[in-house]
């Protein structure tokens, strides 16, 4: 069983129209689409790990009518749930694409506080699920009044059962985690481009600053960036891999990073050589971002998509 935790799900409204126009109002056309999914960096890794055929349980805090709507989808697609339900409701947050232009906005709301008490049940319940855990995924913001003990607290509590764990969240939050020597650190670099205060926005930055995360956290093995989709960045001691893809056609980057650590995650636990892990993960990517959906319709596509990784080994 994987499981993956995610602090601040949502509820995703994701719109994708013809033409977007401020000031303007849309009547939706039959050409255009609304969708209400299950969202939280978390859960979408969950969703592709499903579809993978993996065993799933997904937790973190939810509350109100837009968190039972969280759970019963999540348990339609055959996800187990054990999230801690709270006062206020789970956030919603909205997607714009806008095909004409290739635009994507997107609105994300800060979502409920959460109280002390709620934390510690959180943490209570999530040292019982680590029992039946084989990995652990951490991704995603944290929601108000949860700070990032949070995170030192789960990883601790899953290195003691020996367990792994992969933390995806924003470089905000990855200071406190330096020196806890997660499996993987992969900071999420949409909207904020420094890491251990320096700039980190491209390939030559990338490994700089992974190496530099290594030498500070002497258990963890990789550090990822995927940010530019065209150049992803594995760092490890040894060496480092930049991966392409070939024919890039972008269509939708919603829930590009959580395809790409869905694939990752599925391809180690299936045994794969690290080159062909890497690929697979890239290639999950890649499937995900020309695609019109937030999640991959057409898992086969991933296998289908490998060939056009390109690998960059970099001494």
Do not use: W
Request: glycine share 6%; charged share 25%; proline share 3%.
């Amino acid at each position: 069983m994987i499981l993956t935790v995610t602090l601040n799900p949502a509820i995703d409204k994701v719109l994708v129209l013809n033409q977007f126009k401020v000031h303007k109002l849309h009547r939706l056309k039959s050409s255009e689409l609304s969708m209400i999914l299950p969202g939280g960096k978390g859960v979408n890794v969950a969703l592709t790990l499903k579809l993978l055929g993996n065993e799933v349980i997904t937790t973190g805090f939810t509350g109100g009518y837009t968190g039972h709507l969280l759970c019963d989808q999540l348990r339609e697609r055959g996800i187990t749930t054990s999230f801690v339900f709270t006062e206020g409701i789970t956030r919603t947050n909205t997607s714009i694409l806008d095909l004409k232009n290739e635009t994507l906005t997107e609105i994300n709301d800060f979502g409920k506080e959460i109280e002390h008490d709620d934390v510690t049940f959180f943490l209570d319940n999530y040292s019982r699920l680590l029992h039946r855990a084989r990995m652990v995924v951490i991704a995603g913001s944290l929601p108000r009044g949860v700070n990032d003990d949070v995170h030192l607290s789960m990883i601790d509590k899953a290195r003691e059962m020996d367990i792994k764990v992969i933390v995806h969240t924003s470089p905000d939050h990855l200071d406190a985690l330096f020196d806890s020597s997660p499996f993987i650190i992969y900071p999420d670099m949409r909207s904020y481009h420094k890491l251990m205060g320096q700039p980190c926005d491209g390939i030559k930055q990338f490994v700089n600053v992974g190496k530099e995360i290594l030498n500070r956290n002497k258990k963890t093995e990789y550090v990822i960036f995927t940010h530019r989709i065209e150049n992803v960045v594995v760092v490890k001691r040894s060496k480092s891999y930049i991966l392409r893809p070939e024919n890039l056609k972008i269509v939708n980057m919603l829930g590009y990073g959580d395809a790409y650590l869905a694939g990752f995650v599925h391809a180690y636990h299936t045994g794969k050589p690290e080159i062909d892990i890497l690929k697979y993960a890239s290639s999950a990517g890649l499937t995900n971002v020309e695609n019109l959906y937030k999640d991959i319709r057409d898992v086969s596509l991933i296998d289908k998509n490998i060939d056009r990784i390109k690998v960059e080994v970099l001494a």
